[in-house]
């Protein structure tokens, strides 16, 4: 199967939000991510939340991070936490290592199927919005775990200190 650009659908319907994501996501969407992520945590009767990535070949970090900022989104409002859907043995290894567990159900099955999905629209963002994004995905990747955040410090001190000289300049 070739690796095709990422693309999401969505559904609601009875209280359940049903995130939906295809090929290879990675931070050109994460401005639909962040808009799905502030949108549920404003949705009235809302019950519980599906992402299921089971044809999803790849997921950046920039992603992961925003899906992590559903689930932070969402804790306390729920009865449970949110539940991933995945198949793929590599990423489900990578949400293993990342912390994704505390966080999410992690399942490689959904409950129920649900074949009315629409596609969202991608949302542009400059680069500047990018830049807030990425740094923004990593930060929240950063309090999951001790793992991630060994791993993605320098990559947001390098972000920090980009805006810091942008600011001077």
């Known amino acids: ?8 659908k969505a559904a609601f319907d009875s209280g359940v939000f049903i995130l939906k994501l295809f090929g290879d996501v990675r931070l050109t ?5 962040d808009n799905q992520a502030q949108m549920l945590a404003d949705t009235p009767g809302l ?3 599906m992402i ?5 070949t790849n997921v950046d970090s920039t992603a992961l991070g925003f899906l992590a900022k559903v689930a ?3 804790r306390g409002r729920l009865e449970q936490p949110p539940t991933i859907v995945a198949d793929n043995p ?7 290592v990342m912390g994704f567990a ?3 159900t992690l399942v490689e099955q959904p409950i129920v199927e649900i074949e009315e999905l629409e596609e969202l629209p991608e949302l542009q963002a400059d680069e500047e919005g990018m830049r807030k994004r990425i740094l923004e995905a990593h930060r929240i990747l950063m309090h999951m775990n001790e793992h991630n955040r060994e791993e993605f410090q320098p990559l947001v001190e390098m972000l920090e200190s980009q805006r810091t000289s942008d600011h001077q300049a």
């Open 1 to 8: 199967m070739k690796v095709h650009e990422g693309r999401l």
């Open 29 to 33: 969407l994460c401005a639909t991510l």
């Open 47 to 49: 019950r519980a939340v």
């Open 52 to 56: 299921d990535l089971r044809d999803t």
């Open 72 to 74: 932070m989104a969402l």
């Open 90 to 96: 590599d990423i489900k290894r990578m949400l293993e």
């Open 102 to 104: 505390s966080f999410f």
